[in-house]
């Protein structure tokens, strides 16, 4: 059967809509919220710590597996530089050695977001980015998939020195009553199916020109890069 680690040191505390990504055996989780319980929101950040991979040790049970580690520790880390405000349900993208945030929002006050940050997991800063052009709207539930190209083979970015080095972001969704520091008196309620990309060379949003059979309306979906393609899934 299967086998659960345990681990050593303080995790997070309970909460939902954060933001969890794995970088050179260590995953990294920020913010979220237990709003119905304690109507607390977090911009916290934790990194568990999974060392070692031993592939040999792997187990599978109930379609879940078990990785063996050799130390399983949880660490905090101390917040530097631009920290965003704490908030939920925002999209968590990983590039090489750093992460990218975008929107999400807080539901005690009611606030949409549609800021970018950029968190550098070697110097554990958090810098505030300023693309050029217009990047999405304020809203949650939305994607936000990496993009690498070497060898005109596009796929998933995990490397920094590959180039054409971008995050595409698809759908989502917004209410018209909840007001953010971008949002406008023309935005109305619901769900989206534009798409945005942020390139990571050129520090620029792009709006594509986009054609054939778009995806209807929709948040909280996944979206995966297939060779030159990305696919979406409600």
Not at 100 to 118: K, M, T
Not at 143 to 159: E, P
Not at 189 to 194: H, V
Request: hydrophobic content about 30%; charged content about 20%.
């Amino acid at each position: 059967g299967g086998r659960y680690s345990k681990f050593q040191g303080q995790g997070p505390s309970p909460r939902s809509g954060h933001g969890a990504v794995y970088i050179k055996n260590k995953v990294y989780i920020f913010g979220g919220s237990n709003y119905f319980q304690s109507r607390l929101h977090y911009n916290d950040m934790y990194i568990l710590d999974l060392g070692n991979i031993h592939v040999n040790d792997l187990t599978v049970h109930d379609k879940y597996i078990y990785i063996g580690t050799d130390t399983n520790t949880w660490i905090k880390t101390e917040l530097h530089g631009d920290v965003p405000c704490p908030r939920t349900q925002f999209s968590f993208t990983a590039i090489g050695d750093k992460i990218y945030l975008f929107g999400g929002d807080l539901v005690h006050s009611s606030r949409y977001f549609a800021d970018l940050y950029e968190y550098n997991t070697k110097s554990q800063t958090w810098r505030y980015l300023f693309p050029r052009g217009s990047g999405p709207s304020p809203r949650v539930g939305h994607s936000a998939t990496a993009v690498g190209k070497r060898d005109a083979l596009y796929y998933t970015a995990v490397d920094d020195n590959v180039s054409g080095r971008k995050i595409f972001f698809f759908g989502g969704h917004y209410e018209a009553d909840r007001l953010g520091p971008n949002a406008t008196t023309t935005m109305t309620s619901g769900n989206y199916n534009d798409v945005h990309i942020l390139d990571l060379d050129r520090n620029e949003w792009i709006k594509p020109n986009v054609t054939g059979n778009v995806p209807s309306s929709r948040s909280w979906h996944s979206a995966i890069v297939s060779q030159c393609q990305l696919c979406s899934d409600n």
